[in-house]
Each structure stands twice: as structure tokens, then as C-alpha cells.
């Protein structure tokens, strides 16, 4: 199959991702009560504080972006841009509800980046950056729009081992279709978990002071069927995946997942590791 091209790969992410906005904003109060500790981690690592102006890419429904507007302040600002118009409107009707006045949404590739030189303070970014497939100049656009002296902070997952909510979706479906060997260099959920890949694209970008770090958590469900459930809904390249089955085999990925997934049962709740890698830098000056 011959690799798509950029635009290619950013014309289907932001279908991808527009399917899956409802979903998102179903399962939000899930993000918000489990994976707020990413979002202070990036906060922190980025330096946020008030009076600030901050860029984040790949918003989504607003992770890290409302949160570091809370941050920043009255007197500071943050820019969320995301390639999905309907997860935007989602991260917007949060914002409103929040009465959050210093932060605004627009549609944009964070590979060209609408705004000038030297412009943001600081720049954030959750598990956005390996959907891209020209991730360098994302990085060389982050280094760019960073005023001298910003940070930059960035979290992308760590291997599918031990992210298995994720990886275990994957490895159901090849258990039932033969798939080809992932290519890891190509666009996807894992292609940023290798150490040093990033932080090295970002010092590559003219960054210093990288810090990188494997940072482990968990999240928990109430049952393996709200688990399947969430995965359906809101993960976009698994929906992908379980598109090219036939009904019979979906059943049976469904199956294994739910099988696999009751593995992490403890006590009344199944609960999965997460390993994410953080990775945060400075522009010199
Ligand atoms: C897994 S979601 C993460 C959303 C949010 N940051 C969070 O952590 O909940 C990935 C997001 O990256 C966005 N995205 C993918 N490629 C992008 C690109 N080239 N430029 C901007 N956003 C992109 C998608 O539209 C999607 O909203």
C-alpha cells in the first residue's frame, strides 16, 4: 500500500477525530476525574503562571488548554488550535461553562502554525503529536512561535506494553484478521513512545534544557463493558480498525478485548497502568 502523503494523513486525522467529538464529550467527566494529573503535569512543566500567553496544540475538548487558562489568569491568555472543528466546539462549550474568558479555540495544523515569531510564552500538547506525519516541523514551528526564554511541554504515550487499555485493542484485533507489522515510523498512537524520539526532535528544533520523562499513572473503569464501551467511542484509530472487520469477527475482538480487559480487575474496578512521556524544553534566551 503506498504511504499516504502529509496532507493525506492531516485530511484523514481530522475526519478521524470529528467522528469521535460526541464521543469525547460523553466520556469527559472520565478525562477529567482521571487524567487531570497529566494536565497539572504539563501546567508545571511548561511553567505556566499568571499574566502568561499560551499556545496549546491538538486541544481536542480542551486538555491541557482550560486548565492552563485557569492558570494563566485575567491577565494572561491561551490559544487552543486543533485540526477537529466538532472536538473544538466541545472544548468551547467547557470553556463557557467555566466562564472562561482568556481562552479561544481555532482550527489549525500545529505543522503550520498561524501566528508570528516569538509570539507565546509558553506552548503545551497531549497526546497530539504522534498523529502527525511531519512531526520535525512541528517542532521547528514550536521553537519558532516560543518567545526566548519560554518552555515548551509535551506528553505523547509510552509503549503499547505498558499502556495496555490501549495496546490491548490492537493486539485483539490481529489476534482475529492478519494485519502487516505496524510501521513505526508511520503516524499513530505509539509513534512517539520510543526515549529519546521527541526530546531529540525538539533539541533538533534549537530547544535546551530538555527534560524527558516516563511518567507512570492508571486509570480505572467501573466494568470491562465500560471500558470496551469508552474505547469504541472515543478512539478513533481503533474505530478505524474494527471498520475493516466483518461483524462476526468485531464480536470476537470484542470478546478478547473484554477477556483481556478483566485481567486488570482489582477489587470492584478494572484498573490499567498508564506510561506517558513527558517532555518539556526551553528556548534559549
Ligand atoms: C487524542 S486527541 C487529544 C486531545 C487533547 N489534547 C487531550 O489530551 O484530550 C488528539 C487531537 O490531536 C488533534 N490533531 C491531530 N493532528 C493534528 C494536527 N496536525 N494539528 C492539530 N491538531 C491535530 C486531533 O484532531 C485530536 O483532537
Known amino acids: 500500500m503506498a504511504t499516504p502523503s502529509p496532507e493525506q494523513v492531516i485530511d484523514s486525522q481530522r475526519q478521524d477525530w470529528n467522528r469521535v467529538a460526541g464521543g469525547w464529550e460523553k466520556w469527559d467527566r472520565f478525562f477529567d476525574e482521571q487524567m487531570a494529573f497529566l494536565n497539572h503535569r504539563l501546567v508545571g512543566d511548561a511553567r505556566l503562571r499568571n499574566g502568561l500567553r499560551v499556545l496549546d496544540l491538538g486541544s481536542g475538548t ?21 485540526l477537529a472543528e466538532h ?3 466541545v472544548a468551547e462549550r467547557k470553556a463557557k461553562q467555566l466562564g472562561l474568558q482568556n481562552v479561544t479555540f481555532r482550527v489549525g495544523d500545529a505543522t503550520t502554525l498561524p501566528f508570528e515569531s516569538a509570539s507565546f510564552d509558553s506552548v503545551t500538547s497531549r497526546f497530539c503529536l504522534m498523529f502527525l506525519p511531519e512531526i520535525p516541523k512541528a517542532a521547528a514551528e514550536i521553537a519558532r512561535v516560543l518567545k526566548p526564554g519560554g518552555w515548551a511541554a509535551v506528553a505523547v504515550w509510552s509503549a503499547p506494553e505498558k499502556n495496555p487499555s490501549i495496546g490491548l485493542s490492537m493486539a485483539a484485533v490481529r489476534q482475529v484478521i492478519d494485519l502487516p507489522p505496524t510501521d513505526p515510523m508511520a503516524p499513530g498512537i505509539f509513534r512517539l513512545a520510543q526515549p529519546g524520539d521527541l526530546a531529540g526532535m525538539l533539541e533538533r528544533a534549537g530547544l535546551t534544557d530538555i527534560t524527558a520523562q516516563e511518567f507512570l499513572g492508571e486509570w480505572s473503569y467501573g466494568s470491562t463493558d465500560e471500558y470496551y464501551t469508552s474505547l469504541m467511542e472515543i478512539a478513533a ?6 471498520a475493516t472487520l466483518s461483524e462476526a469477527q468485531r464480536q470476537e475482538v470484542k470478546r478478547l478485548i473484554i477477556q483481556a480487559a478483566s485481567q486488570f480487575q482489582r477489587g470492584a474496578r478494572i484498573t490499567f ?13
Open 62 to 82: 480542551g486538555y491541557p488548554a482550560l486548565l492552563a487558562a485557569q492558570t494563566v489568569g485575567a491577565g494572561g491568555s491561551v490559544v487552543g488550535i486543533d
Open 87 to 89: 472536538m473544538l466546539t
Open 237 to 242: 484509530p481503533v474505530q478505524n480498525l474494527m
Open 273 to 285: 497502568p498508564i506510561a506517558a512521556r513527558m517532555v518539556a524544553g526551553r528556548k534559549p534566551g
